[in-house]
């Protein structure tokens, strides 16, 4: 049986509303697989942690993720600097993907999207090389040609494993040359040695404006650090909203799985965060982990619940709660083999 030792990092806000319902399915599914088994061990961090110890998150709690298999995050609020980018940055988890697809009976724009997002997580402007004074600020952008080079080869890879068949670059060279013209360079040595995969690039803006009028153009799309982040909210909000949208921070030996919303303090404890983005954030770690049957079974039960439309969230139109959701998931998961 495999065993993996999970990090758990619950966060603010809906954020340990979100990951009880993900390790209660995660747990379930190791109850019923026989297969493999899960060592969970929860951290605290971000603003509430912050608030009562001085501090975001301490070095104890980075050194237990790193000597963890994989970490299951889910939200923190104004300490993100403090807590998610080092972990990013640190552990040197260089590919941040992002799906963003047109589930059954989900709100969305066209109803045509079903792409990823694969995003440069460890440079940019996220380096926060910054000064400013009352009335001054300026922020250094670093691009290098090795991380770029090395996103987007992760790109084409993902490409072909996935069986998706084009590689956007989006960038914004026409006025950012030393920077984004780096990327978009590095993008095309790189497409080079991919001839099997078709490649494009698009300007930011226009990228923007495509993504919301034609979804179905972008298969996968590479980016730098800032961009990659505006644009996955944008993608997120075409196929439904943050409550949909899961993400990887990918490094060579090395994983950390979180939704892309944020701590969401309005609706905090009310019991009604959709849990989805969380549930469908651990099916991506599961398939990190190899355990590829139990990922697709997953979210196979997820569909089915949505298609079912009976427990859906506010968020989603309906009015059921985060624990019926994940009562629903655990039932259709009752059916299937992992």
């Known amino acids: 049986m495999a065993k993996y030792r999970v990090a758990v990092i619950p966060g603010d806000g809906i954020g340990p509303e979100v990951m009880s319902a993900a390790v209660n399915v995660l747990t379930e599914m190791e109850n019923g697989s026989g297969k493999f088994d899960f060592e969970f061990k929860e951290y605290m961090a971000g603003d509430a942690y912050k608030a009562k110890t001085g501090t ?20 923190v609020g104004e300490t993100a600097k403090e807590v998610i ?30 792409m990823v997002m694969v995003r440069e997580n460890t440079e940019c402007l996220y380096k926060r090389i910054q000064d400013g004074g009352p009335d001054w600020g300026v922020a250094l952008r670093v691009i290098t040609r090795q991380a770029s080079e090395r996103i987007a080869k992760y790109a084409f890879e993902l490409a ?21 013209g780096l990327f978009q360079d590095s993008c095309r040595k790189v497409a080079a040695s991919y001839s099997d995969i078709s490649y494009n690039e698009e300007i930011v803006d226009a990228c923007a404006m495509k993504m919301v009028m034609y979804p179905e153009r972008f298969d996968v799309v590479v980016t730098t650090n800032l961009f990659g982040d505006i644009l996955s909210d944008l993608a997120a909000g075409v196929v439904g ?31 009604i965060a959709n849990p989805i983005a969380q549930m469908l954030s651990a099916g991506m770690m599961l398939d990190w982990l190899g355990e590829k049957q139990a990922a697709k ?8 619940v949505l298609k079912e439309g009976r427990a859906l969230t506010p968020d989603l139109r309906g009015t059921a709660k985060t624990k019926d959701v994940t009562k629903a998931v655990i039932a259709h998961l009752g059916d299937k083999t992992f």
């Open 56 to 75: 975001a998150m301490t070095e104890e709690t980075f050194e237990a993720v790193k000597a963890s298999d994989v970490c299951l995050f889910s939200a």
């Open 85 to 114: 980018i080092p972990l990013r940055q640190r552990l040197n988890l260089y590919a941040n993907i992002r799906p963003a697809k047109v589930y059954p009976n989900v709100p969305n724009v066209k109803g045509q999207m079903d």
């Open 160 to 180: 072909r494993r996935e069986g998706r068949h084009k590689v956007t670059c989006v960038h914004k060279s026409n006025m950012m040359e030393t920077t984004c």
């Open 241 to 271: 909203g943050l409550g949909m949208a899961p993400s990887a921070n990918i490094g060579d030996n090395m994983a950390i799985f979180e939704p892309v919303h944020g701590s969401a303090p309005d609706i905090a404890g009310k019991g």
């Open 297 to 304: 079974a997953l979210e196979a039960s997820i569909v089915e």
